[in-house]
């Protein structure tokens, strides 16, 4: 887990979407995915810097129900941290890995498709006949022919 925290800090979340050339709704996705890993670090972080301790004999002092304070602290010191199954949120993650992993297919098949379809406009230019070859002589014959039946 360490490694994977370190790794996320070291990581170039601009250089990430300029080196894969990442554009629209999956760029939107990656964007919305780092924004929301800043704001878990940020509360992470803010969570870490609270005290972790209870001073309950302040509380006797101040308050004049110490009975109160006393039972706060037997639940306290018998609480338990609940356990979570978590593969609720791992299948929606996977599910959106999924949803990333296609989009990215999708554009890359776009991509391909626009490449090669600029290939072909690219060969058709540099196979043509220069400009200065051109001539409407092919055509001159026709269009004569074509006065001389309306005659």
């Known amino acids: 887990m360490a490694a994977g925290r370190s790794a996320a800090t070291k990581l170039d979340w601009n250089k990430v979407t300029t080196s894969l050339g990442l554009k629209g709704s999956t760029a939107a996705s990656l964007q919305a995915f780092k924004k929301r890993n800043d704001d878990a670090r940020r509360k992470l972080a803010a969570l870490r810097n609270l005290p972790q301790t209870v001073d309950f004999s302040d509380y006797r002092n101040t308050l004049s129900n110490t009975a109160v304070v006393d039972e706060i602290e037997g639940h306290f010191k018998t609480f338990k941290p609940k356990t979570y199954d978590v593969a609720r949120q791992i299948k929606a ?45 092919p055509v001159e014959p026709k269009s004569q022919e074509a006065v001389s039946d309306e005659k």
């Open 93 to 137: 993650i996977e599910a959106f890995e999924a949803q990333a992993m296609k989009g990215a297919e999708q554009t890359r098949l776009q991509v391909d498709r626009e490449v090669k379809s600029l290939d072909k406009a690219l060969r058709d230019i540099e196979t043509a006949r220069p400009f200065e070859d051109l001539t409407v002589s």
